[in-house]
Nanobody, 121 residues
Framework: QVQLVESGGGLVQAGGSLRLSCEVS????????MAWFRQAPGKQREWVAR???????QYEDSVKGRFTISRDNAKNSVYLQMNSLKPEDTAVYYC???????????????WGQGTQVTVSS
C-alpha cells in the first residue's frame, strides 16, 4: 500500500526555521503534484504550498517569501523549508501526493498523518 510519512516538525521560536520532509513509499508508478496543508486547533485545514511534477511551485499568500517547497523525484519526497516562522504558523502540517497508476490512469490523492509545528512568541 501507499504511505506518506512526514518528519521535521518541532518547537521553534518566532523568527526561526524548520524543514519538513515527506516521503512516499509503496507501489508507485509516478507522482504528479505534491502539496502541503496545515490545520491549527479550531480551524479548518488550509492549503500552504503545491509543487507540480516539473517543479513549478505555488504558495498561499501568508507564506510567500518565507516558505519554499521542493521535491526530489528520485526519492519520492517533498520538502517544505520554513523560514521567519510566526506564531500563526503553528499547526499540524500534512503532505499529500497525487499518484498515477499508469500513464493514463490516475490512482488517487494520498495523505500523510501530519507533523506538529509549534512556533512560540
Amino acid at each position: 500500500q501507499v504511505q506518506l510519512v512526514e518528519s521535521g516538525g518541532g518547537l521553534v521560536q518566532a523568527g526561526g526555521s524548520l524543514r519538513l520532509s515527506c516521503e512516499v513509499s509503496g507501489s508507485i508508478f509516478s507522482i504528479d503534484a505534491m502539496a502541503w496543508f496545515r490545520q491549527a486547533p479550531g480551524k479548518q485545514r488550509e492549503w500552504v504550498a503545491r509543487i507540480a511534477s516539473g517543479g513549478s511551485a505555488q504558495y498561499e499568500d501568508s507564506v510567500k517569501g518565507r516558505f519554499t517547497i521542493s521535491r526530489d523525484n528520485a526519492k519520492n519526497s517533498v520538502y517544505l523549508q520554513m523560514n521567519s516562522l510566526k506564531p500563526e504558523d503553528t499547526a499540524v502540517y500534512y503532505c499529500n501526493a497525487d499518484l498515477r497508476r499508469t500513464r493514463t490512469d490516475y490512482q488517487g490523492r494520498y495523505w500523510g498523518q501530519g507533523t506538529q509545528v509549534t512556533v512560540s512568541s
